[in-house]
């Protein structure tokens, strides 16, 4: 069916409408799926469950630091200077984690008939989005009603929003890139997942970066995470150093890994097709 508009020009909304159905369906159908089982473990067990890891971490840290009598490198509460570094940079490991899975060979033969390989990738970015938000809101939410941590609300939520989406952003850029070194290197599906991990130290979870020598400032200042994190901790402390917070670096480095990795991915992927 077709609409004609006053200009004469002609409109065929009903192949429109069946294609955006069409995609919807596919998308509704990949969401449960994932939802439902990831390699064989259910939501809960598996996405919900990756936000533990953070929590240990957070807990680990303030135990130790506790014990070394330490006080928080910044602001009045270490467990909210630590949650407000460590949720965004796992934020980043997970999803750049993650987002490898849908790349692979075994996972490409799962997919549904009209399946594309970025519906694939959406899902799983959802799907980690969601997890990683109740997770976020969780730890957030319980340090404000339970510890009377009052500044464990933010006092510029769009602010925490912006810098967390943009590091989500990281996150798929860098699992769509790692995806296509795998697949030339596969020994990189093994090594990354362990760099991520150690970069955790090297994104500012438990010191202010700005406090750090001029020389070893500019080498951490390399790292685009810590650029999200100190972002991320504008939003809970308005007054919080900025030396180390350049939102363009951050930015240029997402969407030059995004845009990159998309053009790698299309173009290994159809080489490899045509080689098997």
Known sequence: MSQAYPSGRIYAAGPRRHALRSQFNVLSALLFREAEMRQGQNFALGYLAAGIEPLIIVGTIGLLFSA??????????????????????YLFIHT???LRQPMNPGAQRQRFPIERPFDHILIHAVLHLVSSALVTVLFFGSLYYFCGVNAAIPEDP???ISALFIILLLGIATGICNSVIARIFPIWDVLWPAFARASLHFSGPYFVAAYLPPDNRWFFGLNPVIHGVNWFRHAFYPFYPNQLTDQSYLLTITFGLLFLGLLLEAG??????EKD
Request: glycine share 8%.
């Open 96 to 98: 750049s984690l993650r």
């Open 158 to 160: 769009a602010t925490a």
């Open 268 to 273: 290994t992927r159809r080489h490899f097709e």
């Open 68 to 89: 070394l009598a330490k006080t928080p490198p910044y602001g009045t509460s270490l467990l909210l200077f630590l949650g407000t570094g460590v949720f965004p940079i």
